[in-house]
């Protein structure tokens, strides 16, 4: 495993400027997700990385090696795609020992068939080993494809959205089997998703980014208790944080130009008048949808609230964060 | 404005039951789900409601008429499909229009119409575009419209939002419950997203293979389901439920997981055998004095709070906690369950009836 590092990188398709003078390090065995809309430029992240792409500007690292004029196969990543393109007319074990039987491998026969048993076992595919690839569900083909990727030994595993196409039971299974892969090997992961519950739960950093910049990198913790940004904060949390004018609660610090406040950050029971214009009841929680001085905000409560709309409930904001005109956090 | 009754409702394709036997009331205005697992009967049971397909057995319905043979252009419904189904080669106000066109509308008639159902749907601006050009979520709004726009007494959607992302989604589920709260039509809609029927619902049908599993407003559904299908299919993660040899009566209020006492609430019913203890993940809490111990083997941050998943002699338990709460995989510590939340089932899948949950089995 490595580290790998972007030093500078921008890349242009065209008049369309995709990434800007992106620097970010990878630390060895680190799980990074890099978050954000269609656009934003994270799967062009993961292309240079991969030699899939050339970058316009700058370099690509891995493992402390200049990455510049190397083909894919000579970078040494794995990667995994959305879409399982598995070989059809070949079983699931012929599929897995793939990537091993490369000319430029070499691999002894025994440690090909000893190490697509290990990883079979670790994503409780074994029993499927000899079915053609054709005759699985959709999530073990991506099961299957993730193998593949794991019975390399690479740098780093590059994974552009592997589970978006997956039901969500099992994209929630899969992101716990996906997260203790990833710590039991050490293995260095750079990961593409839109999802926010993907990044929040797997990674150890996350990148945010926005039209192809990154804004913000850190833990997830760091990046909702301290956003840098009204669009750094929008990128996680649900209910979405709710921005409003500095002032409309009362004296706002210099500068403010929004409030922003997660439900977390909204007292209820003191304060001032709002109104309940929804509720819903989502099981584990309550989602509250309120009208205060003929503004929208969001908060949740307590799952057996009595709370129904056109009631009135007092509300004040608890630490919340202040953001300029611009945008950027300045409490 | 429509109330629906399904009674004994039953669809046969050939030697494939679609539907067995489904019986439940929608009220006039009411925004009702129907959820479950593809190939469960959701859509069939729509397309039955709508007259695309005919049942086999089985009375509908709509105000009091009973119209279960009639056709479509019989009953008065609007449908809006997932994919919508737009005129590409006509713009915004020629798509929306087009219903009452058909039906012989004069035209000064049918632009005020088409103006007034534009401004709730807010897209006046888009009225003279081509829908060609149109944003996903801006093509979803003008199929609402050609639906809306016919004043139709019901509203029958087939997972309208599924073709959009996540975020977007949020936002037109917001917008689609407004939307149905200022008309006020009853609504009819299919979705396999559990959440979202949570979200937008009044009430939820769920259903699992051709059956109804039960019927009722989402809180109940979510805090006392009737099968442990529902009690996997609804909630996020899914309730917890954990198999114990064991004996229930009149009057038990504990059961013994692995050798440890545990309360529940009173049961009304017996059961003895392979039995289901089920509980909520934030009706666990980590407790090191409890007696039902578990070893942390994955953490999962969600900001407020997190997914703790423990190995515990009875198998894997998941626990929501606060995201203050310190936790170190591979650590063992006691589990407690909040008594008043507990479902036991019996091994057929079905709760046991307790003083808990016996106002919503017994109603729903």
């Given at each position: 495993m490595a580290e790998v590092r972007l030093h500078d990188i921008s890349k242009s398709f065209g008049a369309q400027t995709a990434l800007r003078d992106v620097s970010m390090t990878v630390p060895d065995g680190a799980f990074v997700v890099l978050l954000g809309p269609t656009g934003a430029g994270k799967t062009t992240m993961l292309r240079l990385v991969s030699g899939l792409d050339r970058a316009s500007a700058g370099e690509v690292f891995i493992g402390g090696q200049s990455m510049a004029g190397l083909t894919p196969a000579q970078r040494n990543v794995a990667m995994v795609f959305q879409q399982y393109s598995l070989y059809p007319h070949l079983t699931v074990r012929e599929n897995m020992e793939f990537p091993l039987k490369s000319p430029l491998l070499k691999t002894p026969r025994a440690e090909i068939t000893r190490k697509v048993a290990e990883v079979a076992e670790i994503l409780q595919i074994s029993h499927k080993l000899d079915n053609k690839?054709?005759?699985?569900?959709?999530?073990?083909?991506?099961?299957?494809?993730?193998?593949?990727?794991?019975?390399?030994?690479?740098?780093?595993?590059?994974?552009?959205?592997?589970?978006?196409s997956l039901d969500a039971k099992l994209r929630a299974?899969?992101?716990?089997?996906?997260?203790?892969?990833?710590?039991?090997?050490?293995?260095?992961?750079?990961?593409?998703?839109?999802?926010?519950?993907?990044?929040?739960?797997?990674?150890?950093?996350?990148?945010?980014?926005?039209?192809?910049?990154?804004?913000?990198?850190?833990?997830?913790?760091?990046?909702?208790?301290?956003?840098?940004?009204?669009?750094?904060?929008?990128?996680?949390?649900?209910?979405?944080?709710?921005?409003?004018?500095?002032?409309?609660?009362?004296?706002?610090?210099?500068?403010?130009?929004?409030?922003?406040?997660?439900?977390?950050?909204?007292?209820?029971?003191?304060?001032?008048?709002?109104?309940?214009?929804?509720?819903?009841?989502?099981?584990?929680?309550?989602?509250?949808?309120?009208?205060?001085?003929?503004?929208?905000?969001?908060?949740?409560?307590?799952?057996?609230?009595?709370?129904?709309?056109?009631?009135?409930?007092?509300?004040?904001?608890?630490?919340?964060?202040?953001?300029d005109a611009a945008g950027i956090r300045i409490v | 404005m429509a109330q629906i009754v399904i009674k004994n409702v039953r669809k046969e394709f050939g030697a494939f039951t679609a539907v067995q036997s489904s019986s439940f009331t929608i009220e006039d205005g009411e925004f009702f789900m129907l959820l479950g697992p593809s190939g469960c009967g959701k859509t069939t049971t729509l397309r039955m409601i709508a007259g695309l397909e005919l049942p086999t057995s089985g009375e509908i319905y709509i105000n009091g008429e009973e119209v279960s043979q009639k056709p479509a252009s019989k009953r008065d419904i609007a449908f809006v499909f997932q994919m919508f189904a737009l005129y590409p080669h006509m713009n915004v106000r020629k798509n929306i229009s087009y219903p009452l066109v058909s039906q012989g509308m004069p035209r000064d008639q049918v632009r005020a119409k088409v103006d007034e159902v534009a401004g709730i749907l807010g897209i006046t601006r888009l009225l003279d575009k081509p829908v060609g050009g149109l944003s996903g979520g801006d093509r979803q709004r003008v199929a609402l419209g050609r639906a809306i726009v016919r004043d139709p007494a019901?509203?029958?959607?087939?997972?309208?939002?599924?073709?959009?992302?996540?975020?977007?989604?949020?936002?037109?589920?917001?917008?689609?419950?407004?939307?149905?709260?200022?008309?006020?039509?009853?609504?009819?809609?299919?979705?396999?997203?559990?959440?979202?029927?949570?979200?937008?619902?009044?009430?939820?049908?769920?259903?699992?293979?051709?059956?109804?599993?039960?019927?009722?407003?989402?809180?109940?559904?979510?805090?006392?389901?009737?099968?442990?299908?529902?009690?996997?299919?609804?909630?996020?993660?899914?309730?917890?439920?954990?198999?114990?040899?064991?004996?229930?009566?009149?009057?038990?209020?504990?059961?013994?997981?692995?050798?440890t006492r545990v309360q529940v609430p009173r049961m009304i019913s017996g059961a003895s055998g392979t039995l289901t203890f089920g509980v909520r993940p934030e009706h666990v809490r980590l407790d090191d004095a409890a007696g039902f111990r578990g070893r942390i083997t994955a953490t999962e941050y969600l900001g407020t709070t997190q997914i703790v998943t423990l190995d515990t002699p009875l198998g894997p338990v998941k626990a929501r906690c606060g995201s203050q709460i310190a936790v170190r995989i591979g650590d063992t510590t006691g589990l407690g369950f909040d008594p008043r939340s507990i479902t036991l089932f019996a091994d057929n899948g079905h709760a046991l009836l307790s003083v808990a949950n016996q106002k919503v089995l017994q109603h729903g």
């Open positions: 690839a054709t005759a699985l569900s959709g999530g073990e083909m991506q099961r299957v494809s993730i193998g593949r990727a794991l019975v390399r030994d690479p740098a780093v595993y590059l994974m552009d959205e592997p589970l978006s299974d899969l992101r716990v089997e996906l997260k203790s892969i990833q710590a039991n090997l050490g293995a260095t992961f750079l990961y593409v998703t839109h999802d926010q519950i993907e990044a929040m739960t797997m990674a150890t950093h996350v990148g945010v980014l926005d039209q192809g910049r990154l804004v913000q990198f850190g833990p997830p913790r760091e990046i909702y208790e301290r956003p840098v940004s009204i669009y750094a904060a929008g990128r996680l949390g649900q209910p979405h944080i709710n921005i409003l004018p500095a002032g409309l609660f009362g004296a706002a610090p210099h500068g403010a130009a929004h409030i922003g406040l997660r439900p977390e950050q909204i007292e209820q029971g003191a304060g001032q008048d709002s109104l309940v214009k929804r509720v819903e009841h989502l099981g584990d929680q309550t989602r509250l949808h309120l009208s205060f001085k003929n503004h929208d905000l969001t908060t949740v409560t307590d799952a057996h609230t009595s709370l129904k709309s056109g009631d009135i409930v007092k509300i004040q904001p608890l630490r919340p964060f202040y953001f | 019901c509203f029958l959607m087939d997972e309208p939002l599924g073709a959009l992302d996540a975020e977007f989604r949020e936002r037109m589920a917001l917008e689609l419950r407004a939307l149905h709260d200022r008309i006020g039509a009853t609504t009819v809609y299919v979705t396999h997203d559990q959440l979202e029927a949570m979200q937008m619902g009044d009430k939820i049908v769920v259903m699992n293979h051709g059956v109804v599993e039960q019927f009722g407003k989402p809180q109940q559904i979510y805090d006392w389901p009737a099968t442990t299908f529902v009690a996997r299919f609804i909630g996020s993660p899914a309730m917890n439920l954990l198999d114990f040899d064991g004996m229930v009566g009149n009057g038990t209020d504990h059961v013994w997981l692995a050798d």
